[in-house]
T-cell receptor
Framework: AQSVAQPEDQVNVAEGNPLTVKCTYS??????LFWYVQYPNRGLQFLLK??????LVKGSYGFEAEFNKSQTSFHLKKPSALVSDSALYFC?????????????FGKGTRLHILP | DTEVTQTPKHLVMGMTNKKSLKCEQH?????MYWYKQKAKKPPELMFV???????INESVPSRFSPECPNSSLLNLHLHALQPEDSALYLC????????????FGPGTRLTVT
């Protein structure tokens, strides 16, 4: 079975500081990993994904994520936070062994950037 | 065009009404999804259509009935809903295959009275 955990309900960061939103996963085979962001009263927006290759993945709006197979983690990072980054962030996983189109979302982490 | 559109934006319906939610994409995606999202929770998968055929039904009550008239359109027909069905209903689409990211519409905010 596949699962994904986001251990923090909320992360508070001062504007201009680096931010990290944590994600760990569990799959039977190799993972396909995704980060999405959701602004209030909006749908989810795709930020970045890891499929294979370089462990550091760069995405939209200056975000990046590092795939760590030994720690089964895929933490989202940004070097310098903006107030406009305040939103709800979801990590998601698919197991390479699964042939269906189902994706498993974490519970979400609310990121609050303090001006 | 990387947009998924959903109509209506808001819907209020009584428990005896019949209504439909609509979703459209013109990205050539062959997989389309319906999700239900409660406040501050992750989206819950309801249905998946792959190449216009229903491939996943996550044990959704029959008062929700999906339809995929063609590769660009996805409908969700609603009948005899309960107040607990009030939520944000999200449509998404993606290329077929499990490496593809999903593109989400803005959602329909449904209130059942």
């Amino acid at each position: 079975a596949q699962s994904v955990a986001q251990p923090e309900d909320q992360v508070n960061v001062a504007e201009g500081n680096p931010l990290t939103v944590k994600c760990t996963y569990s799959v039977s085979g190799n993972p396909y990993l995704f980060w999405y962001v959701q602004y209030p009263n909006r749908g989810l927006q795709f930020l970045l994904k890891y499929i294979t290759g370089d462990n550091l993945v760069k995405g939209s709006y200056g975000f990046e994520a590092e795939f760590n197979k030994s720690q089964t983690s895929f933490h989202l990072k940004k070097p310098s936070a903006l107030v406009s980054d305040s939103a709800l962030y979801f990590c998601a996983v698919r197991d390479m062994m699964n042939r269906d189109d189902k994706i498993i979302f974490g519970k979400g982490t609310r990121l609050h950037i303090l001006p | 065009d990387t947009e998924v559109t959903q109509t209506p934006k808001h819907l209020v319906m009584g428990m005896t009404n019949k209504k439909s939610l609509k979703c459209e994409q013109h990205m050539g995606h062959r997989a389309m999804y319906w999700y239900k999202q409660k406040a501050k929770k992750p989206p819950e998968l309801m249905f998946v259509y792959s190449y216009e055929k229903l491939s996943i039904n996550e044990s959704v009550p029959s008062r929700f009935s999906p339809e995929c008239p063609n590769s660009s359109l996805l409908n969700l027909h609603l009948h005899a809903l309960q107040p607990e069905d009030s939520a944000l209903y999200l449509c998404a689409s993606s290329q077929a295959g499990n490496t593809a990211e999903q593109y989400f519409g803005p959602g329909t905010r449904l209130t059942v009275t």
